[in-house]
């Protein structure tokens, strides 16, 4: 991108009206490079909390109580990396060219790569490297519980296929559920079977747990629909306001930059202050579950989208009355600030709650969940704004959409914001129903979950004095 954005003959014609004017070994070269950008933050964001978190030894209680604290400060690094990027590259890009601004973003990514490498005799590997894919696992146990889905299934759980020394073995025993019982099947020993025909009750246990995670992931998807409209509309909203801070002129650009600052201020405060003292209240090592962390989150963000309603309203109605005299970019402050405190609870939720969740073997697998679900919330807001426009077209008196045209003063942005607030609170709602009735996973040590274990003291106390029997299914 850097060597296309430099090079004027590696540039596109002008479009001279056309919709697109990209195409030809132009077009491969940027589609290339976007689709390689794509490929390697997938990666990164994929497998950097799980391998960050593994660097913790869980069974001392300090382990347990630093690896929570990791989550928040791998948002911060996150979060103040955006903001160099927000405010800095944008101000080289505008300024000295996007050349420049790209050169420094692959310098920087030369730069991390390098102190990753420096870590590496430092790094501690805990999880083997499973034998087969965590895909091709789950489609096996798919694919043997429909072959066996005439055959009964047996009361006792002993009577289904456990192997210690099954070699695509990565972690712990998982207890079986009742939950989805159905899939217990693969576990089935028919007679004349091979061991390797079948799957162990552990490995059946693993996708009922990703199947669990499912109504979690999904509740998720509209809180980032917000943020992509909130993206969206946000910077259209700030060209028609007063960018200028005394003698600076903010640019339009870096408006994202507002939930990083309050998300930067914000997580040094949660963790050093708001943890201590939910803990002392809940007795859990975090202050609260991850599961009650996403819940706030989302109505922070149904919050937020209320609260840009308002502040549209306020910026139309000093446009009509005065266009001279715009109302200050940083009302955008208000929206964005809250729903940046609604990320820093549900990101860092969701990271926590999936790793500690899925099965040891699928970790990295199971913390993409989260980025998943951004994607999907950002393929899901360009389809909303489309069906939006449809009924308000031909519902409303003037036969015009709520968003459709450059002229925000035109538009009915406010309404549009407030229908995503009523959104978000049905979802919050499905969000409350799916948590009350997720069941977490049960190991055979005894130790069933983080949500069971009170403080880090109660866990070291439980390694020392033996397993505790628990017979109920435990529900969160």
């Known amino acids: 991108m850097s060597l296309q954005a430099h090079n004027t003959s590696l540039h596109p014609n002008p479009c001279g009206g056309k919709k697109s004017c990209m195409g030809g070994m132009i077009g491969v070269l940027f589609y290339t490079s976007l689709a390689l950008l794509a490929l390697g933050c997938g990666g990164v964001r994929g497998a950097l909390p799980a391998f960050g978190a593994d660097q913790f030894d869980t069974s001392t209680p300090k382990g347990l109580k630093t690896q929570g604290s990791y989550f928040n ?7 103040v990396g955006a903001a160099v990027g927000v405010i800095g590259f944008v101000w080289v890009g505008t300024n000295h060219g996007w050349w420049w601004c790209f050169l420094l973003a692959t310098a920087g990514c030369v ?89 162990t009750v552990t490995q059946v246990e693993e996708v009922k747990i990703l199947i669990r995670m499912l109504p979690i992931i999904l509740s998720t998807v509209i809180m980032n629909t917000c943020l992509a409209q909130l993206q969206t509309f946000s910077q259209a909203q700030g060209n028609f306001m007063n960018k200028k801070l005394g003698k600076l002129e903010f640019p339009a650009g870096s408006i994202p930059v507002i939930p990083l600052v309050f998300m930067s201020i914000l997580l040094p405060i949660y963790e050093f202050l708001f943890v201590p003292f939910a803990r002392k209240f809940t007795k859990h090592p975090q202050g609260v579950t991850q599961l009650q962390r996403v819940g706030v989150g989302l109505v922070l963000s149904a919050i937020s989208m209320g609260v840009a309603g308002i502040i549209e309203v306020k910026r139309r109605n000093q446009s009509r009355i005065n266009p001279l005299e715009p109302i200050s970019l940083f009302w955008l402050s208000f929206q964005y600030g809250i729903f940046g405190i609604a990320d820093m609870f549900s990101l860092v939720g ?93 190991e055979d040590d005894g130790l069933l979950t983080t949500e069971m274990a009170s403080t880090a003291t109660s866990i070291a106390t439980v390694s020392a004095s033996g397993n505790v029997e628990l017979n109920e299914d435990v529900k969160g």
């Open 111 to 199: 730069f991390g790569f390098s102190v990753f490498l420096l870590g590496n005799p430092f790094y501690r590997i805990q999880v083997p490297v499973p034998k087969d894919s965590p895909y091709l696992s789950i489609g096996r146990v798919i694919a043997l519980a429909i072959r066996n889905r005439k055959v009964k299934l047996p009361e006792n759980s002993e009577e289904l296929y456990e192997n210690d020394t099954n070699k695509s073995f990565t972690g712990k025993k998982l207890t079986r559920t009742r939950q989805f019982s159905w899939l217990d099947k693969a576990a089935i020993v028919p007679n004349g079977s091979k061991p390797s025909e079948i799957c």
């Open 73 to 79: 400060w791998l948002l911060l690094s996150t979060t």
């Open 350 to 442: 969701l990271l926590e709650f999936f790793y500690k969740e899925a099965p040891i073997g699928m970790r990295s697998l199971a913390t993409s969940f989260a980025w998943i679900s951004m994607s999907l919330g950002y393929f899901l807001s360009t389809v909303l704004v489309d069906s939006v426009n449809s009924v308000t077209r031909r519902v409303s008196p003037s036969k015009k959409g709520w968003i459709t045209g450059l002229l925000l003063d035109d538009n009915n942005l406010n309404l549009f914001y407030w229908f995503l607030a009523v959104l978000s609170l049905i979802n919050f709602a499905i969000y409350l129903l799916s948590a009350s009735m997720y069941q977490y996973k049960k």
